[in-house]
């Protein structure tokens, strides 16, 4: 993430990079976006992605401050460093927006998602299956005689890794949660 | 101070309170509790329109000519949905409009109920806020936060939705305190970006300003400095339609207007110039053209209060967040005290280089004994009412394009254009809404025969509250922009842009109650302008001009602005197949 090495905004007194790179290159940029929790305003921020053309590769939201009443919303999006500006001041724009972040310019940040999967198999496979999740530190959360639903956590390349693995051994059903993530200390 | 009151009280204590002394509206089952509240009081007037979107726009007229939000009251369902062409418009063009909509009651919501819409979502895209608001205890704080997000920042359309039992039901009334409002948007400039800006005006050879609507919405403070920060530097100064009148067309550094239809002059001066200072303009595609082409030598400084303007199009090379008056007092402050320079020998040669464009004389067109041209019209109109004290709103099309290059506006507010979302319908009302707010000023609406007929229902409305706003209609019997460009793109072939059966005009003003003049005759057209200035009452104008008459000049879709085509310009094949993808 920190190789992508993109540069600062130089206004100091705005919290949007107005003086970024163009480049052509598709970036992946992880936002953290506090926000007001009150109703609809998760479809605001969805909409303008809808609405103008954005990507989003993931979006995760709760309630953060439950006596403020704030909610953070996680968003995994794509786009050339002009589109992520754009992204970044829209959101910025929508009035129950308290502050945008952009983890991947902000960073290093740590980046989790929890997933589950139900792996339905006898014999071999679901022996192997107990193996690779022993591997990849998965927790068995329930169990038959022919299958399991394996708890993961972890980085999202690391989830895609463990869900390409049971494929083969069985793999019926997945739940992930999208990403959720936060800025190193200090 | 808290006090009880039921819901729909409190929508008229708010407005009192919000100082609102008009409000357009349509009544209808779900806002029945406030339209009896307004029938118990004096202070606000309530102005009944034809249809909801008349309301919005007259609301946006009403905003655009005193700087005050326009405030809208309509119902439920159909009254909602009528209002949203008028709010994305308002939208486009960032002007404040505060629209209240009565809902079907909180515990019917969901049921598919009479007149029920999801108002909250259809509009949600369209407003710069809405709100949907279930209980009456916050009602009013709503309203006074809605004020708030419609007039600060850049400016909007805002939207509260007041279901039926909350008008009904008693809350406590909170009056306005907008300082604890979350929405503080940012109003003074960075001050090392703008001593990079007044450093860059130091050395610069070729500078243009290139203003738009944000100046006039940032107030009359706003057009002050930048006419001071004009005439001191002796730049010269280009405007999009929208910001029309904040510098004056009288004034020596005036280009005129820029883009598609702008001024050859103006459109070079961008081209070539090798600082653009944009101050409140967004870069729109009618003002850029090809993007990859546009301005291609030049340091480009934008000044916007929205950061999302910035580096949206076109990528700035100075970008300044903040209100266009407090930018520019901070520009004078700062290059007055750097000593006032400017690069003299060099920006007088640039001067002279635009005086010699400027002899190209691209507004030329040759009159006709025979037919009214719509150009010769809008001259002598501009000649016979300049000494007004004039506001003029027109439609879209071909007709507007005419009255922003050949109507003068000495002073904002004074030029209200559908530019944006080029909304046809939008001028009548728009003029209705301008007259209300200035009810002795002369109001005239330059119109297409087919826009006007978008909203011509709101004849009722000029004539029930006596406005005497004068429809200066250009009548070719053509959807001449359309036309025009069927002409430049589709061979000529002129799919359904004109109107076989329309109305005597003349007629038609006579059945609301209104004058109808006509006039086709040249040399008749001074003395009928004058009879439709004179008649104290609503007039609807019908000029009949020529018919295939093209609006130029023009840069083609997709081409850079050094490549216009100007008023006797072979028109075929202009537009290449990528150009007649872009609208």
């Known amino acids: 993430m920190s190789a992508l090495n993109i540069k600062k905004g130089t206004t100091k007194h705005s919290a949007y990079n107005l003086r970024p790179n163009f480049s052509d290159v598709d970036e992946r940029h992880t936002l953290a976006i506090l926000v007001d929790n009150e109703a609809g305003v998760l479809a605001r921020v969805i909409g303008l992605f809808s609405g103008r053309g954005y990507n989003i590769e993931s979006l995760t939201v709760a309630e953060v401050d439950h006596t403020g009443h704030l909610s953070r919303i996680t968003i995994v999006t794509t786009g050339t460093p002009q589109i992520i500006e754009q992204i970044k001041a829209q959101i910025g724009r929508i009035i129950p927006v308290h502050e945008v972040h952009d983890l991947t310019i902000e960073g290093p940040s740590v980046e989790r998602e929890l997933a589950m999967l139900k792996v339905v198999g006898s014999g071999d496979k679901r022996l192997e299956a107990m193996r690779m999740a022993d591997i990849f530190r998965a927790n068995v959360v329930d169990s038959t005689l022919n299958s399991f639903v394996f708890e993961i956590n972890g980085a999202p390349d690391k989830i895609d890794a463990f869900v390409e693995l049971m494929r083969p051994l069985g793999l019926v059903e997945i739940a992930r949660t999208g990403v959720a993530a936060i800025l190193r200390g200090e | ?583």
């Open chain 2, 1 to 583: 101070m808290k006090r009880e009151m039921t819901g729909a009280q409190m929508v008229i204590q708010s407005l009192r309170d919000q100082g609102v002394d008009t409000v357009f509206g349509y009544p209808g089952g779900a806002v029945l509790p406030i339209y009896d509240e307004i029938f118990q009081q004096n202070d606000i007037r309530h102005i009944l329109v034809r249809h909801e979107q008349g309301a919005v726009h007259a609301a946006e007229g009403y905003a655009r000519s005193t700087g005050k939000p326009g405030v809208v009251l309509v119902t439920s369902g159909p009254g909602a949905t009528n209002a949203v062409t008028g709010l994305t418009d308002a939208l486009l063009d960032s002007i404040p409009i505060v629209v209240l909509t009565g809902q079907v009651p909180a515990f019917m919501i969901g049921t598919d109920a009479f007149q029920e819409a999801d108002t909250i979502g259809i509009t949600r895209p369209c407003t710069k806020h809405n709100w949907l608001v279930k209980e009456t205890d916050l009602l009013s704080s709503v309203i006074h936060e809605a004020f708030h997000v419609a007039t600060t920042g850049r400016p909007g359309p805002v939207l509260v939705d007041i279901p039926k039992d909350v008008q009904f039901a008693n809350g406590l009334y909170t009056g306005p305190k907008p300082a604890t409002s979350r929405y503080q948007p940012q109003l003074k400039g960075d001050i090392e970006s703008i001593t990079e800006l007044v450093a860059a005006m130091e050395t610069a050879k070729r500078p243009v300003f290139y203003t738009g609507g944000g100046v006039i919405n940032s107030g009359p403070a706003a057009s002050q400095l930048l006419r001071e920060l004009v005439d001191a530097t002796g730049f010269p100064i280009t405007s999009t339609l929208m910001g029309l009148g904040s510098y004056p067309a009288t004034g020596k550094n005036w280009l005129g207007m820029l883009g598609m239809h702008g001024l050859y002059e103006a459109n070079l001066a961008m081209h070539g110039c090798d600082l653009m200072i944009n101050i409140g303009a967004r870069f729109d595609d009618r003002i850029t053209g090809l993007i990859s082409a546009f301005s291609p030598n030049s340091l480009k400084a934008h000044i916007d209060i929205d950061p999302s303007s910035i580096n949206k199009v076109i990528r700035c090379d100075i970008p300044i967040v903040g209100d266009v008056a407090h930018v520019l007092e901070d520009i004078l402050k700062i290059w007055k005290t750097r000593g006032r320079k400017t690069n003299g020998n060099a920006v007088t040669k640039w001067q002279s280089q635009i005086s010699e464009w400027r002899k190209a004389d691209c507004l030329g067109f040759s009159t006709s004994a025979k037919s009214i041209k719509p150009q010769f019209a809008l001259e002598r109109l501009q000649a016979l009412t300049n000494d007004h004290d004039r506001y003029v709103t027109t439609e879209v099309g071909q007709h507007q394009m005419w009255a922003a290059q050949y109507l003068h506006f000495n002073d904002p507010n004074r030029f209200m254009t559908s530019g944006g979302l080029g909304t046809m319908g939008y001028g009548f009302p728009s003029s209705i809404g301008v007259q209300m707010a200035h009810p002795s000023s002369l109001v005239i609406n330059i119109a297409g025969e087919a826009s006007w007929l978008m909203n011509m229902q709101e004849m009722g409305t000029a004539i029930q509250y006596n406005l005497p706003v004068k429809q200066f209609i250009l009548n070719n019997e053509r959807l001449g922009m359309v036309r025009q460009w069927q002409e430049l793109l589709h061979g000529e072939r002129y799919s359904h842009t004109w109107s076989e059966a329309l109305p005597d005009f003349v007629k038609l003003a006579e059945a609301f109650g209104a004058k109808g003049i006509r006039c086709h005759d040249p040399a008749d057209l001074d003395d009928a302008i004058m009879e439709m200035i004179n008649y104290d009452g609503p007039v609807i104008f019908d000029c009949l001009v020529e018919k295939h008459e093209n609006c130029f000049p023009m840069i083609p879709s997709g081409k850079p602005h050094n490549e216009m085509l100007m008023g006797d310009a072979e028109t075929q094949g202009v537009i290449d197949s990528k150009g007649s993808v872009m609208v």
